[in-house]
């Protein structure tokens, strides 16, 4: 049985947070990130938790992100490892690319 994975955005004036809830698991990935200018966000963290770990979880966040950026126009800036590493294994996404 495959489990679900349902992605969430809260947005604020300073940033904003994108959540991974699972169906079968009470824990959460997430992806933060802050508001550099009006165009331009700093993904700064992704953290997934060791229950959710190996299951794609912190990739369907950046791949949210990234669907977000092409709907919305705002672009990157990759502090966090994980989108930076992302960014290099898509090339695709290079226009999204701030830094």
Do not use: N
């Not at 679900?4 to 169906?23: C, K, M, N, P, R």
């Not at 997430?30 to 938790?49: E, G, N, R």
């Not at 126009?73 to 695709?92: D, T």
């Amino acid at each position: 049985m495959t489990s679900s994975v349902q992605i969430t955005h809260e947005a604020t004036e300073s940033g904003g947070l994108y959540e991974a809830h699972v169906d079968d698991s009470d824990a959460t990935g997430i992806l933060s990130y802050v508001q550099k200018d009006a165009d331009t966000i700093i993904a700064d963290h992704t953290l997934v938790p060791d229950a959710l770990r190996g299951r794609g979880i912190a990739s369907a966040l950046v791949k949210q992100l990234m669907a977000d950026a092409a709907v919305q126009g705002f672009r990157i800036v990759p502090q966090c490892s994980f989108v930076r590493a992302s960014f290099e294994r898509h090339p695709e996404w290079a226009e999204f690319r701030a830094d």
